[in-house]
């Protein structure tokens, strides 16, 4: 989120809104689902972000503004799709890359509660009946979105933020998601609440990446265009298996993510609110998805632009 802090939750937004639910998977179903092993990732790979499109009509959708988009990997909420529209997804020959916070705490998650209130709220905060902080150092909120940011730094928060990711990792295993797709993974650039470095930062994501990648599943390294400028751009690449990048173009900063495609492996960039109207020049392994919006549904992309095949 480099430049500024963006979409860190959409994903569930339009799920909450809707009235109708899908069925949910039957046991048979999620084993199966589960057990198909994700796509090797190359410069070939083709990517789409649709947190928000519950149920999509595989394979190919077209979008309000009749853009045809149908890609190898979606990218859809951990939480806010079932396990039988993710097998439905698999079934239609797509690989699913599963969003989820591991920056933060939400409180509409139905986690939340597994977090130590003091390492989303500060030393002496608590959660309340809606699981918002109160007390602690009123810090730890993130900029225009109703989260709070997790402490990465003291050795008792890091156990505690670990067990809940495992277990998120674990679930989505369970649920057949092929990949994660971590966001928020820059506090120590929005605050630094708890004293955050980047190194802690960097640790975090290592950590993450390795407990990802055990599970059977591929990881993305989400902007982070700094730590990439960084002396860990190395491990950190090689630790992540592809790139997502927000708002490069918007902030002029698209070649910081180089190292991944140098290295063989894409990248998809995203743009909101319908901000490029002509497709730019992209270079193989790059993806391009605009949005009309703030919303990540496959149904309001304006533009959708690969890079030349490898």
């Known amino acids: ?43 070939t790979s083709t990517l789409i972000y649709d947190l ?8 190919t959708v077209t979008s309000k503004s009749g853009v045809k988009v149908t890609s190898d990997i979606y990218i859809v909420d951990m939480a806010g799709h079932s396990a039988a529209q993710i097998a439905a997804y698999k079934a239609a020959g797509k690989t699913v890359v599963c969003y989820f916070s591991a920056g933060t705490l939400e409180p509409f998650r139905a986690d939340a509660t597994k977090f130590n209130p003091v390492c989303a709220c500060g030393p ?19 900029d225009d979105w109703d989260e709070y940011w997790l402490d990465i730094h003291s050795a ?5 933020v670990q067990s809940v990711m495992t277990q998120r990792i674990k679930d989505a295993k369970a649920k057949g998601c092929d990949g994660m797709d971590p966001d928020n993974v820059d506090s120590y650039a929005n605050g630094a609440p708890y004293g955050n470095t980047q190194a802690d930062q960097v640790e975090y994501l290592l950590w993450l990446a390795k ?11 989400k902007n982070s265009a700094d730590l990439l400028q960084s002396k860990s751009a190395a491990s950190l690449i090689s630790a992540f298996d592809f790139s997502v990048i927000e ?10 993510y180089s190292g991944f495609t140098k290295a063989g492996k894409p990248q998809i960039q ?16 790059q993806n391009l998805a605009v949005y009309k919006g703030l919303v990540l549904n496959s149904k309001d992309i304006t533009l959708n632009c690969r890079g030349p095949r490898a």
């Open 1 to 43: 989120m480099t430049g500024s802090l963006l979409l860190p939750f959409f994903g569930l937004l339009a799920f909450l809104g809707s009235a109708v639910a899908a069925p949910a998977a039957s046991a048979a179903t999620n084993k199966t689902s589960a057990s198909i092993a994700p796509k090797a990732m190359s410069l």
């Open 52 to 59: 928000d499109n519950i149920g999509i009509a595989a394979p």
């Open 124 to 142: 002496g905060g608590k959660l309340d009946s809606n699981k918002h902080c109160v007390g602690g150092s009123g810090k730890t909120k993130m």
């Open 156 to 160: 008792t928060c890091k156990t505690n």
């Open 211 to 221: 407990t990802v990648r055990a599970a059977g599943m591929i990881v993305d390294l």
């Open 247 to 256: 708002s490069c173009h918007q902030y002029n900063e698209c070649d910081a």
């Open 270 to 285: 995203i743009e909101y609110s319908n901000s490029i109207k002509k497709c730019p020049t992209l270079k193989a392994g």
